[in-house]
C-alpha cells in the first residue's frame, strides 16, 4: 500500500518563508514526475510545480523567481522552498506523485494536504 504524506505547512508573514516536504512510502517500484498544487478558497485546484525522475521542472507563472521544486530520489521525496510569500499564496498545498508500486499498475497518488496561510 503506498501513501503520500505532506508536512510543513504553517502560518507566515508576507515576504516570509516555508519549506514543505512530501515522502512517498509503501511498496514501490518506482517513481515518475512528482508535483505541488494548491488549492484556494472558492478556486480550482491549481498546477504550483513539477519535477520529473530526471530533475526537469515546471511551475506556474505566479511562483516563478519564488518558489523552488526539488526532490531526493532516495528518499521517495519533494519538497517545495517557498520565499517572498504572498497573501495570494493561501491555500491548501496538495502533493501528487506517479507510483509504479510493486505488482500493482502505474497510479497518481495525492497527499492529504497541508495549509499554508500567509498574513500578517
Known amino acids: 500500500q503506498v501513501q503520500v504524506v505532506e508536512s510543513g505547512g504553517g502560518l507566515v508573514q508576507p515576504g516570509g518563508s516555508l519549506r514543505l516536504s512530501c515522502v512517498a512510502s509503501?511498496?514501490?517500484?518506482?517513481?515518475?514526475?512528482m508535483g505541488w498544487y494548491r488549492q484556494a478558497p472558492g478556486k480550482q485546484r491549481e498546477l504550483v510545480a513539477t519535477?520529473?525522475?530526471?530533475?526537469?521542472?515546471d511551475y506556474a507563472d505566479s511562483v516563478k523567481g519564488r518558489f523552488t521544486i526539488s526532490r531526493d530520489n532516495a528518499k521517495n521525496s519533494v519538497y517545495l522552498q517557498m520565499n517572498s510569500l504572498k497573501p495570494e499564496d493561501t491555500a491548501v498545498y496538495y502533493c501528487?506523485?506517479?507510483?509504479?508500486?510493486?505488482?500493482?499498475?502505474?497510479?497518481?497518488?495525492w497527499g492529504q494536504g497541508t495549509q499554508v496561510t500567509v498574513s500578517s
Open positions: 501528487n506523485a506517479d507510483i509504479k508500486p510493486n505488482r500493482v499498475p502505474r497510479y497518481v497518488y
Open positions: 509503501g511498496s514501490i517500484f518506482y517513481i515518475n514526475a
Open positions: 519535477i520529473n525522475s530526471g530533475g526537469n521542472t
